[in-house]
Each structure stands twice: as structure tokens, then as C-alpha cells.
Nanobody
């Protein structure tokens, strides 16, 4: 399994942008489908974005569609979440997740239970 470390969180004003990074260590990173989830205080963890192991398929929660993009750099074992036009309601701890998907290279996964590796999270705070 890969180990994941997120970075790039911080405080930003509404309307601003942030790019979160997720560094993966371990073998065969290119065989892993990746996802981003978030959890706000007092709320359950929710799906944000998913990316297939091939990098060719993506899926976004309706709440972030058109504002967030997800990408990967397999040469660097990195996954990114570019967040634009941030809103106060985007405030949360953001988690990177991974699951092995070597056969279904274009599959994306929205359910957190389908992921086996998780990072420690990075805080994103959007002020009004």
C-alpha cells in the first residue's frame, strides 16, 4: 500500500484559490486510483473528487464541479487538487486517498470505503 502525505492547505479569502498536493510513497503509484475527501467540523466526511489510475477519468461532487480540478503526476508520485473560486463552505480538513486499481484503469471511486490508504489531512479555511 502507498503512504500518503497532504500539503498545501491554509487560510484563503472567499473567491481565492489553493492547490493541495498529495505525495505518495510506495510502489506502483500509477496503478492506484486516487480521491480527495473532506470533513468539516461536526459533519461527516464527504467525497470531493476522484481520478482514475490512468488519469483519464475524473469525477467531482456537485458542490465543487466547475471550480475544482484533480490531476496526477506519476513521475513524481503526486496528486493535486486545484481549488478555485473557494467558498466559505469549502472549509474543511481535506484528505487524500488511494486504492489499487490496476485492471480498471479508467474507474473512479466515490465511496470512501473503497479506499485503503489515507493521508493525515490538511486544513483549508476560507474566510468571508
Amino acid at each position: 500500500q502507498v503512504q500518503l502525505v497532504e500539503s498545501g492547505g491554509g487560510l484563503v479569502q472567499a473567491g481565492g484559490s489553493l492547490r493541495l498536493s498529495c505525495a505518495a510513497s510506495g510502489r506502483s503509484f500509477g496503478s492506484y486510483a486516487m480521491g480527495w475527501f473532506r470533513q468539516a467540523p461536526g459533519k461527516e466526511r464527504e467525497f470531493v473528487a476522484a481520478l482514475s489510475s490512468s488519469g483519464g477519468s475524473t469525477y467531482f461532487a456537485d458542490s465543487v464541479k466547475g471550480r475544482f480540478t484533480i490531476s496526477r503526476d506519476n513521475a513524481k508520485n503526486m496528486v493535486y487538487l486545484q481549488m478555485n473560486t473557494l467558498k466559505v463552505e469549502d472549509t474543511a480538513v481535506y484528505y487524500c486517498a488511494a486504492r489499487l486499481s490496476p485492471q480498471y484503469i479508467n474507474a473512479v471511486y466515490r465511496n470512501g470505503r473503497e479506499y485503503v490508504s489515507w493521508g493525515q489531512g490538511t486544513q483549508v479555511t476560507v474566510s468571508s
